[in-house]
């Protein structure tokens, strides 16, 4: 084969197949993502509980924060889809110590982050939202590749460079997929809590904990919702960083070298 003859063509996955990707993904992989999966979610029901009946805390105030935080327990299924992505199985430990590992910087990025966001948007948006683009692939950024903070936090910006129009409908897919599966599963354990257990309106008042049964219930769906778009997002990662580097020619290349070397070791 000629070179001139080589053509390659990288298209862009639209936001339907990245979903399509994690589903395949979790029915495939069920047992690793589902563990993840679940301390994602059971650690973002937790901290909606404590803020709701432990601080007390007004319920619009809780529905704001801790959607915002929340992604801070998101590293071990980032992990987790990770090393399923490039390798046939992976064992608690390997997700655990990649976790411990790289848990440090990842939580550091997050909150600072966050917080030039919060100030960003205070003084203008403009900024705001400029420093909240560096986020996007901030979790794949940190495990994948090991860089140093700054490195880290100035990659996630220029993989957001030239793609805006694209992720931002990425991310407005996601919060569509999140805001309906939180609404749908709150009204089904609503209609369970009604319906089922014959509990009354005037029974749910007399609950110790009736004060934010409502915003509890948006937020458990929330918790539940949310690890499914962080499989998405990291397939949008992978999705940028082919179409960006060729990162997919880079990893065949590589694979090959490998297999060339032991073949002549």
């Not at 924060?65 to 327990?73: D, G, L, N």
């Not at 569509?176 to 009604?194: I, Q």
């Not at 005037?202 to 904990?209: E, I, K, R, S, V």
Request: with cysteine; proline share 4%.
């Amino acid at each position: 084969m000629k070179l001139d003859e080589l053509q390659v063509e990288i298209k862009a996955r639209t936001s339907g197949e990245l979903v399509a990707l994690a589903a395949r993904m979790v029915q495939t992989r069920p047992g690793p993502i589902l563990s993840a999966w679940a301390f994602y979610s059971i650690c973002t029901a937790g901290l909606g509980a404590l803020g709701l009946w432990g601080l007390r805390l007004h319920p619009a105030w809780v529905l704001t924060v801790v959607p915002m935080v929340a992604s801070i327990f998101s590293l071990p299924l980032y992990t987790t889809v990770g090393h399923l992505v490039f390798s046939p199985s992976v064992t608690f430990g390997t997700v655990a110590r990649a976790t411990l590992r790289r848990g440090f910087s990842f939580l550091l990025l997050f909150f600072i982050n966050r917080l030039l966001t919060l100030l960003g948007l205070a003084a203008l948006v403009v900024p705001g939202l400029y420093v909240w683009r560096s986020s996007w692939f901030l979790g794949p950024i940190v495990l994948l590749e090991g860089s140093a903070l700054g490195a880290s936090f100035r990659r996630g910006r220029r993989f957001a460079i030239g793609f805006q129009g694209r992720v931002l409908g990425h991310a407005a897919n996601s919060a569509l997929n999140v805001g309906y599966l939180s609404l749908a599963f709150g009204s089904l354990v609503h209609f369970l809590t009604v319906n089922v257990f014959g509990l009354t309106f005037a029974d749910l008042a007399q609950l110790p904990l009736h004060d934010g049964y409502y915003a509890f219930m948006a937020l458990l769906g929330f918790a539940l919702a949310a690890p499914f778009v962080t499989i998405v997002w990291f397939f949008v990662y992978l999705d940028v960083r082919i179409r960006k580097e060729g990162w997919d020619l880079e990893i065949a290349f590589r694979s090959r070298a490998s297999k060339m070397e032991r073949s002549h070791g």
